[in-house]
């Protein structure tokens, strides 16, 4: 979903969190539903230093794109802050 040093800074912020880390180290992240990385996404944007606000995108486009359902809007944000990040 995310791409470049945007990937790259997911995955180490994400093994330096306690059960987060855990879990993406048992499992592939990437293979998880979009509903449970989605509060992992909200949480790593919060905690980093970017200007990327998840919330206020997702806004945004749900407010743009009213017949799109929300896992269609979460895959346009997504796309469009690693595109802001990288």
């Known amino acids: 979903m995310i791409t470049g040093k945007n990937k790259e800074q ?13 879990i993406y180290v048992r499992c592939d ?21 970017s ?3 998840l919330t206020i995108l997702h806004y945004k486009y749900y ?3 009213t017949g799109l359902s929300n896992s ?8 469009k802050a690693n595109e802001l990040y990288n």
Not at 10 to 22: A, N
Not at 29 to 49: R, T
Not at 72 to 79: A, F, G, N, P, S
């Open 10 to 22: 997911f995955e180490e912020w994400l093994l330096k969190q306690d059960i987060i880390g855990y």
């Open 63 to 65: 407010t743009k794109f």
């Open 29 to 49: 992240f990437d293979d998880l539903p979009l509903s449970m990385q989605w509060g992992v996404y909200l949480e790593y944007y919060d905690n980093i230093e």
């Open 72 to 79: 269609e809007i979460k895959e346009l944000v997504l796309k």
């Open 51 to 53: 200007d990327v606000d």
